[in-house]
């Protein structure tokens, strides 16, 4: 069993494509989201077009309904003060959103899923992450 943690990028596929999330989990697997990956399934809802909305709200509250979502508290703030710490100092700056996400990963214990090779969520310290290639 592992101890995941899903960036948004898994399920926007999944809406897109209508498929599921079953290629980046196991049936064992301890899953759940990070605060912010809620949000930003929500602005998808908020901007989505009027012929997608309520395909993508039902798409949305139903995640929201069956994977924990990991609340933005102060050892998800350590790690993130953390991590903005190192990006700065490294001169390699990432998306707020982002280093949310491994925020959460690392102070929770999670690997972070993802689709997004460009987040680069492997080279950040204590951040374990697996990439999954799209279906």
Known sequence: MSRLLLDTGIFIEAERTRGTIGHAIGDEDDVAIAAITAAELLVGVERAVASRRDRRASFVEDVLANVPVEDYG???????????????????????????????????DREVVTHDVKAAFDTLPDVRCRVIPRP
């Open 74 to 108: 102060v050892d998800i703030a350590r790690a993130h003060a953390r991590l903005l710490a190192y990006t700065s100092a490294a001169g390699t700056p990432r998306g707020a959103h982002d280093l949310i996400i491994a925020a959460t990963a690392v102070a929770t």
